[in-house]
């Protein structure tokens, strides 16, 4: 099976947004990641609703939204009204996960659970069932371009066991330092979607790298 891929536009040109937007629709992506950072869950800040906006009005793709935001119950609603088709939230940052969880799918949302470099993935035995997406974390969140952590690839096997043994239909996404090195051992581990920032955006030809993502064997 070939990967989803979902080009992290963090890494766009912010003030060509609708031409890079145009790019991902005309090629073999398959959802446009949108990080969302808020300077207290994570070192840094991206950007926040207008922006969500203003790549929802030209994209033809699902935007598949990561939240690395402290307190992301009291904002669900506004994401689903921006465009968010998917919408993931930390494990580290949901004190009432389930709650959350049931809150995203009630409005419409496909509903993910992000797991930094240093969570295990059983901590999600007994949520996996409910969930239709797992973002593996092979980055400390908070920065496009970091370095893939290796041991990410060992996680994504124990992932897909417990997914087997949950029954669950969670997919599995990988996000950070993803390049077309490590992304063929990423999918023939199990990796069902991959998140590429710098590996797309800071190529000659990003419609090509999409390419070659997308046939990672
Ligand atoms: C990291 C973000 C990633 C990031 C990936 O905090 O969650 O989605 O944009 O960028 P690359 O592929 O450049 O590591
Ligand atoms: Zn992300």
């Known amino acids: 099976m070939k990967p989803l891929i979902a ?27 949108v990080d969302i950072m808020d300077g207290v869950f994570v070192p840094n800040i991206s950007f926040g609703f207008p922006v ?36 993931s939230v930390h494990y580290e940052g949901c004190t009432h996960l389930h709650r959350t969880i049931h809150a995203i799918r009630d409005l419409g949302m496909k509903a993910g659970v992000a797991i930094n470099p240093h969570t295990p993935v059983n901590v999600l035995q007994d949520i996996i069932s409910e969930i239709d997406l797992v973002i593996l974390m092979s980055v400390n969140p908070g920065f496009g371009g970091q370095k893939f952590i ?25 996000d950070g330092g993803v390049d077309l090195k490590n992304a063929p051992l990423l999918v023939k581990a ?22 070659l993502l997308k046939n990672s064997k």
């Open 7 to 33: 080009p992290s536009i963090l890494s766009a040109d912010f003030a060509n947004l609708q031409r890079d937007v145009e790019m991902l629709n005309k090629s073999e992506a398959d959802w446009i990641h």
């Open 52 to 87: 969500i906006k203003a790549i929802k009005k030209h994209a033809k793709k699902p935007l598949d939204v990561h939240l690395m935001i402290a307190n992301p119950d009291n904002f669900l609603k506004e994401f689903k009204e921006a465009g968010a088709d998917n919408l």
């Open 150 to 174: 290796e041991s990410t690839i060992q996680k994504v096997k124990y992932l897909k066991q417990l997914i087997t043994t949950k029954k669950s239909k969670a997919k599995i996404e990988v």
């Open 190 to 211: 199990g990796a069902d979607a991959l998140v590429a920032g710098n590996t797309v955006f800071g190529s000659k030809n990003p419609t090509e790298t999409i390419s």
